[in-house]
């Protein structure tokens, strides 16, 4: 790449070659160039799971919140008795979302992507998410907290999961 960046702090000597610190996937240009991270294995996000409820009926957006909100009292009261959340990994691929256990690797959670109905975001914690995946009759709905920001999680989740189910 001949091409240089220039900021503040940043003053390339003549003839000194041009360091690339941006990630080496892609995170702008076409949907497909961008998605192409999640074939095969897929990509990776530490997490902690802050716990899962099932829904009683076909969910709506306050049910989803009304249920966020439950888990969350759940989480609090767990953590005044000393408890923590359970360490996971939250593994996005082509096939749909795994939760894994963070210290064994043992997949908890296997769930294809067409069965996944809504990813949302927490308004009052930036990192945490909740999506709703439907199990044989039941939905059950999984809130999870990253250790970034949810914020672009969620994009490429919604983006990934549209675009993989108009393939």
Not at 57 to 70: F, N, T
Not at 72 to 86: C, L
Request: charged share 25%.
């Amino acid at each position: 790449m001949t091409e240089t960046q220039q900021t503040a702090g940043n003053c390339l000597a003549p003839g000194q070659p041009v360091i690339r610190t941006w990630p080496l996937y892609r995170t702008t240009g076409p949907l497909s160039d961008t998605m192409s991270r999640f074939e095969g294995d897929g990509v990776r996000y530490k997490a902690k799971l802050i716990g899962m409820d099932p829904l009683p009926d076909a969910p709506g957006e306050k049910m989803c919140l009304d249920s966020m909100m439950k888990l969350k009292g759940f989480e609090v009261a767990a953590r005044r008795q000393g408890k923590h959340k359970m360490r996971i990994w939250l593994k996005i691929s082509s096939g749909g979302l795994k939760i894994l256990d963070e210290r064994t690797g043992i997949v908890l959670h296997d769930q294809d992507r067409t069965r996944i109905s809504s990813v949302t975001k927490d308004k009052s914690d930036p990192r945490a998410l909740a999506y709703i995946y439907k199990h044989e009759d039941a939905y059950i709905l999984f809130y999870i907290k990253t250790a970034t920001q949810v914020k672009t999680l969620c994009v490429i989740t919604e983006e990934h999961m549209s675009y993989l189910q108009n393939m």
